[in-house]
Antibody, heavy 127, light 109 residues
Framework: EVQLVESGGGLVQPGGSLRLSCAASGFTFSSYAMSWVRQAPGKGLEWVSAISGSGGSTYYADSVKGRFTISRDNSKNTLYLQMNSLRAEDTAVYYC????????????????????WGKGTTVTVSS | DIQLTQSPSFLSASVGDRVTITCRAS??????LAWYQQKPGKAPKLLIYAASTLQSGVPSRFSGSGSGTEFTLTISSLQPEDFATYYCQQLNSYPFGITFGPGTKVDIK
């Protein structure tokens, strides 16, 4: 069974840092792009960042560029999101999501449709 | 940046109704659009990708259409388990970007 389990969320003060992890199982992790998507309380979905299967290409929303860093360890089947200089507006549930298609098998945009999601981890930025 | 709008933002419907949700992009995005369903307290679920391709395991009462700037998600006969919020999502390759629409909440009439 394909499964994603996020961890690392918690309460942090403004300006602080946090690292989220997403443990993947049930599929060949290195073959798939991965994304982070967040949802502030009572709000809609916001894409945060994405990374190619190899980790060689990374992408960020303007709202987090320069503050967040996405990475992956394909030997550990784990995706990460390092979040620095956190702000109150970063408060949200953070989901990791698996890309739909294996790298190299379909047009590029198929890699970043999100077909499996974790349950999410909650990040609260408050003093 | 490409912006997405959805209409309506809220929809009240009955079981058995045909429901249509529209997603409009601020510029042409070919068919690079997906639809997701989200229930309260749960992660989103992929319904449709590449504008009209039904994701494996999704009931055939869901369908998607459109290209360019206007897209629709149709539920042919609303079922009790379909009451949820629906989001469209676009992918832009150059420069890379992913945007979600603001969502459409489908509620019980």
């Amino acid at each position: 069974e394909v499964q994603l389990v996020e961890s690392g969320g918690g309460l942090v003060q403004p300006g602080g840092s946090l690292r989220l992890s997403c443990a993947a199982s049930g599929f060949t992790f290195s073959s798939y792009a991965m994304s982070w998507v967040r949802q502030a309380p009572g709000k809609g979905l916001e894409w945060v960042s994405a990374i190619s299967g190899s980790g060689g290409s990374t992408y960020y929303a303007d709202s987090v560029k320069g503050r967040f860093t996405i990475s992956r360890d394909n030997s550990k089947n784990t995706l990460y999101l390092q979040m620095n200089s956190l702000r109150a507006e970063d408060t949200a549930v953070y989901y990791c999501a698996k890309g739909l298609s294996k790298s190299g098998t379909t047009p590029t945009h198929y890699y970043y449709y999100m077909d499996v999601w974790g349950k999410g981890t909650t990040v609260t930025v408050s003093s | 940046d490409i912006q997405l709008t959805q209409s309506p933002s809220f929809l009240s419907a009955s079981v058995g109704d045909r429901v249509t949700i529209t997603c409009r992009a601020s510029q042409g995005i070919s068919s690079y659009l997906a639809w997701y369903q989200q229930k309260p307290g749960k992660a989103p679920k992929l319904l449709i990708y590449a504008a009209s391709t039904l994701q494996s395991g999704v009931p055939s009462r869901f369908s998607g259409s459109g290209s360019g700037t206007e897209f629709t998600l149709t539920i042919s006969s609303l079922q009790p388990e379909d009451f949820a919020t629906y989001y469209c999502q676009q992918l832009n390759s150059y420069p890379f970007g992913i945007t979600f629409g603001p969502g459409t909440k489908v509620d019980i009439k």
